[in-house]
């Protein structure tokens, strides 16, 4: 009773084609002999701070030093207002976790998501949070999409997973900021074999108790945990999962599955992992990570990574930091291990191409 495709909601936040609205962009960057200092970038993830509440023991962050309660790096205020050197049409800001921003006694994550929207009046807002905390303050009012890692579905799960007891608590703030005027409200689920169990009865617990007319803003992400393969659901466990869902028999919960999770991709072949197609970076041409200390990264996923800096806020000039990103760019030093590569594959051979899309909807682009 699972259809092989997801729609609606679901298709449209991982809709690959939507990355075609960076083409205009790239274009009048790549056909410059010269560095564009004062060209845009779609988006920009900000790592505001590096401290985290939680103990994920799998959490990818805390390879690079982020992600600890013992790690009290915030990103220096004063250069909220040089992210407007990016001219961004998104702001996601994660962390470790990015709630708990305060640089100073009276100034923390919702006087920071002020401050840069005074410089960037226009900009759009996401956010990547544990959910553990509901920061007060107006900030609700300018954040278009959030997504809440939970990984389990029940407090004891949690408790193993994240080493603290605060399922109850991020379910709660889940459902009171699916009370607000947020568009999108998400959750994120990394499966592994200690959790996979959980999945359908926790689809049931946010089917059942979020009302019918939010559910269109509901999506639940699922992604396999990376870095530790012996971790990874046996296919004994994904066949029993799929079983369930195949034999549901409430078909509008059959329907929500569909439309609001990535769930089927759970259970389609893996493909042989190929090595990477393309001949360049695009991606770092149109989206830049930034860590608390100001470095700048074509991705969070290179962060620390000296060979793939493209300078930092404080010490490079923008001139510096877009010849930098042209050199990266014709280089990408990390392509044979890129996990984007299926983005630049995608963008390179559509390149030439003059895409009419419906939607202007960039939020969160890089997931799909």
């Known amino acids: ?89 998104v702001i996601i800001l994660s962390g470790g976790e990015p709630t708990l921003y305060h640089p100073e006694k009276k100034f923390g994550f919702n006087e920071a998501i002020l401050e840069i929207a005074k410089y960037l009046p226009t900009v759009k807002f996401g956010l990547i949070t544990n959910g553990t905390i509901y920061p007060e303050g107006k900030w609700i009012k300018l954040c278009q999409w959030l997504r809440i890692s939970l990984d389990a579905g029940t407090r004891s799960t949690y408790k193993k997973l994240k080493g603290v007891d605060l399922f109850d608590s991020t379910i709660a703030n889940f459902h009171r900021y699916l009370s607000t005027d947020v568009p999108f409200v998400g959750i994120g689920f990394v499966y592994q074999k200690e959790n996979i169990d959980e999945i359908y009865p926790l689809l049931k617990i946010i089917y059942s108790s979020v009302r019918k007319v939010d559910r269109k803003r509901v999506s639940v992400q699922f992604r396999p945990i990376i870095y530790y393969p012996k971790h990874l659901p046996s296919k004994m466990q994904i066949d029993k999962l799929k079983d369930l869902l195949s034999e549901e028999q409430n078909l509008e919960f059959v329907e929500f599955c569909q439309a609001n999770t990535n769930i089927t991709q759970l259970f389609s072949k893996k493909e042989k992992k190929l090595l990477p197609s393309f001949k360049y970076c695009y991606l770092c041409r149109v989206h830049k990570a930034i860590t608390s200390d100001g470095d700048i990264y074509p991705c969070c996923l290179v962060f620390k990574n000296k060979e793939c800096c493209l300078g930092n806020l404080s010490r490079n000039s923008k001139q510096e930091i877009a010849n930098n990103e042209r050199e990266f760019f014709y280089k990408s030093p990390c392509k044979s291990t890129c996990r984007l590569n299926q983005k630049n594959e995608f963008l390179e051979n559509n390149l030439n191409s003059n895409p009419k899309i419906k939607t202007t909807d960039f939020i969160c682009p890089h997931f799909f």
Not at 25 to 30: A, R
Not at 65 to 87: C, E, I, P, V
């Open 1 to 89: 009773m699972i259809s092989k495709t997801n729609t609606n909601l679901a298709e449209r936040l991982r809709d690959r084609r939507r990355i075609l609205l960076t083409i205009p962009l790239l274009k009048k960057k790549l056909a410059s002999k010269e560095p564009l200092i004062n060209s845009s970038n779609i988006e920009v993830q900000l790592t505001g701070s590096e401290t985290c509440n939680l103990h994920c023991w799998y959490c990818s962050t805390r390879r690079w030093g982020a992600g600890s309660n013992q790690t009290q790096n915030y990103f220096d205020k004063n250069n909220l207002q040089r992210l407007k050197l990016f001219n961004p049409k």
